[in-house]
Every structure is written in C-alpha cells, then in structure tokens.
C-alpha cells in the first residue's frame, strides 16, 4: 500500500533563513508527487508537482523540491522565507495507473511556524 | 479558468441532523471530483470520488454519502450527523492528471 511520511510535525524558522521540509514515500511503482501549501480555514494550493524528467522541480513562490528515488524522497525547500510563508504543508503522491492515477494520498502535514 | 466552488463555508449543525454540502467546477468538463475530509491536527482523507455522473466510489466506511446529479455537482450528505463528523471537508476535482485543485473548505461543527 502506498503511504506518504512527514517526519516534522512542526517547524519554527527565521524570516530569511533557508527552509526545507521532508517527504517520504512508499509506493511499488512510479509516484506522482505533489507539495501543496493551506493557509488557516483555506484550501489548498498546489505548490509544485513532479511526473517525470528532471528531479529538480521548481514552484510557486520561490519554492523547489527534489526527486530521490534511491531514498524515495521529495524534499521541500526554500532559501529565503518569508513570513508569508507560514502554513501548513502537505506531500502528496498519486498512483501512477491509468486507472486510478486522480487519487492522492495526503501526509499528516508540517506545519510552518516563521517568526521575525 | 477553471474554478470550483464549494458551500458553506462554514456550519453548525446538531447531533441527528442531515447534512448537505454542495460543491460545483466551471470551466471544465467531465471533471474527477473528491471529497476530502480534515480532522483537527490530521492529514486529508479521501472519503469520496467520482468519475463521472452517478459514479461514486467510497474510501471508507462511514456516515456519509455522496452523489453526483449533474457533470460539475458534488454533493456530501449525512442523514443523521454524528459527532465525529465534525472537520475540514475539501472538494476537489482534476483532469489531465494535473494534480488537484481544491475549493475554500466548509467547516463543519456537530454539536
């Protein structure tokens, strides 16, 4: 079964300072993977997705993240945060099938706490 | 554009009353749809999908239906709303396997 870890429930950052948040995922075939970003009592946006080709994804809002398959990881990252920044994220990957390609499984989430 | 709208935003309802969330697409045809539910402090999960009119598949197991009357209508329903109902519940659609576009949300509190 496949299934999506976020190891860091929480994390406090500086204005400015770099930022990356880890995804980790199970999954026996090729994933989809997506990082989504919410906002408090909104939904979510897609920050930056990866299919295929190169590893290095790039976002919105200054955003990237990078494609492991040897440590089946897609890490998120930023250089510069911005208090804008603060909210909450979300991996995801999606099945990889013709059929059933549509449906993604979430991880728990990390929640980005930036102060000044 | 393509854009989704989903209904209310927010809500209170008792123990024992139906529930009835709407969420509609514009700009796009034969749309996969989902319900997303978010618990407090707790990832999303899937509760439903859909494929096409009429088509609906259920993630689990739960107090909740859904229907899917028109291409762009997504409907969540409960007859009788527990408690454990209670959550963030997100409508989302995509096509092209371009990941998803999720609505604003309705906040649902059962009391």
């Known amino acids: 079964a496949q299934s999506v870890t976020q190891p860091d429930i929480h994390i406090t950052v500086s204005e400015g300072a770099s930022l990356e948040l880890r995804c980790n995922y199970s999954y026996g075939a090729t994933p989809y993977l997506f990082w989504y970003v919410q906002s408090p009592g909104q939904g979510l946006q897609l920050l930056l997705k990866?299919?295929?080709?190169?590893?290095l994804v790039q976002g919105i809002k200054g955003f990237e993240a990078e494609f492991k398959r040897s440590q089946s990881s897609f890490n998120l990252r930023k250089p510069s945060v911005h208090w804008s920044d603060a909210a909450e994220y979300f991996c995801?990957?999606?099945?990889?099938?013709?059929?059933?390609?549509?449906?993604?499984?979430f991880g728990a989430g990390t929640q980005v706490v930036v102060t000044p | 554009s393509q854009t989704i709208h989903q209904w209310p935003a927010t809500l209170v309802q008792p123990v024992g009353s139906p529930l009835s969330l709407e969420c509609t697409v514009e700009?796009?045809?034969?749309?996969?749809l989902y319900w997303y539910r978010q618990a407090a402090g707790r990832g999303l999960q899937l509760l439903f999908y859909s494929v096409g009119i009429g088509q609906i598949s259920s993630e689990v197991p739960q107090n909740l239906s859904a229907s899917r009357p028109q291409d762009r209508q997504f409907i969540l329903s409960s007859k009788k709303l527990l408690l454990s109902d209670s959550g963030f519940y997100l409508c989302a659609w995509n096509s092209e396997g371009d990941g998803y576009t999720f609505g604003s949300g309705t906040r649902l509190t059962v009391v």
């Open positions: 995801a990957v999606g099945r990889g099938t013709t059929d059933s390609w549509g449906k993604l499984q």
């Open positions: 700009g796009t045809s034969n749309p996969n």
């Open positions: 990866y299919f295929s080709g190169d590893t």
